[in-house]
């Protein structure tokens, strides 16, 4: 489980032939927990924070 304040990483796929998509995860998960503790998305869902601002 998570909590208030935990760092995540987001790694981006990108594919030739579907768009590419953005996994975020919480740091410091071993790969078993990693699995079950993940979202993923089109990259395009995802905006740049400062132009949010």
Same mark, same amino acid.
């Given at each position: 489980m998570t909590t208030?304040? $935990?760092a995540l990483n987001a790694e981006l796929v990108c594919y030739? +032939? %579907?768009p590419d998509r953005v $996994?975020?995860?919480p740091d410091g998960l071993d790969d078993i927990d990693?699995?079950?503790t993940w979202?993923? %998305?089109d990259a395009a %869902?995802?905006?740049d924070l400062d +132009?949010?601002?």
């Open positions: 208030k304040g $935990t030739v +032939d %579907a $996994t975020v995860y990693r699995m079950s979202l993923s %998305a %869902a995802f905006l +132009d949010c601002r």
